[in-house]
């Protein structure tokens, strides 16, 4: 049985036969918490937070990519990447790395998993990209329908996207257009008042 996806993807082309589903390694990540009971800033909490603009539904949507993820690094069959959003997860919990490597790597997965950042380069490019396509393929082929865009886009998007942080308590983030509108319209005004004594 394969699981739904909570994001409403829609269903994939059929797909020559996957390797089985593993379900009891699928029921193992669902089960699987971060936090223990009562955590006063919960694992989701602290993801929506640090990832500027994300609600909490966001963070408990990028949590459950982020668990097919981990599924496909065990049974794809091939080396995996993630998306942009799912790395992010992958990064915060790496943080907690007790609940990362002695309870998900030791108790659910049953093998390390490893982070290999990039090693930057026109041949590390080109690896990464064709893992991430390799990827997408495996998400639709083993979980019977694309992944979400929202969270998996397409690799000449995931590859062009640049990530900026800023401090919001201290700064805000304009889009260009709207700054380059309100610019045009202060000198307007300011030519108009010179104009006008």
């Given at each position: 049985?394969k699981p ?10 059929p797909?020559p ?5 593993d379900?009891e390694?699928?029921r193992r ?6 936090d ?11 993801l929506?937070?640090?990832q ?7 963070a ?40 990362y490597?002695d ?5 659910v ?6 982070h290999?950042p990039t ?16 990827t997408?393929?495996s ?5 019977g ?7 998996w ?11 900026e942080?800023?401090d919001?308590r201290?700064s ?6 709207a700054l ?8 307007l005004a ?8």
């Amino acid at each position: 049985m394969k699981p739904a996806s909570p994001v409403g993807a829609p269903q994939a082309a059929p797909q020559p036969p996957a390797r089985e589903f593993d379900a009891e390694l699928w029921r193992r990540l669902l089960e699987f918490r971060v936090d223990a009971p009562g955590a006063a800033l919960p694992f989701l909490v602290r993801l929506a937070r640090e990832q500027h603009g994300w609600t909490l539904a966001d963070a408990q949507a990028a949590w459950f990519e982020y668990l097919r993820f981990l599924y496909l690094a065990r049974r794809a069959g091939h080396a995996v990447t993630p998306s942009n959003e799912v790395d992010a997860v992958w990064h915060l919990h790496l943080v907690y790395t007790r609940s990362y490597w002695d309870e998900l790597c030791a108790n659910v997965l049953g093998a390390p998993l490893h982070h290999g950042p990039t090693l930057g380069g026109a041949a590390e490019d080109r690896r990464y990209r064709e893992q991430y396509e390799a990827t997408l393929a495996s998400y639709s082929r083993l979980f019977g329908e694309s992944p979400p865009k929202r969270f998996w886009p397409p690799a000449g998007i995931r590859f062009r996207q640049q990530f900026e942080t800023h401090d919001r308590r201290r700064s805000v983030a304009v889009p260009r257009a709207a700054l380059y509108a309100a610019a045009v319209a202060a000198a307007l005004a300011l030519a108009a008042l010179a104009l006008s004594v």
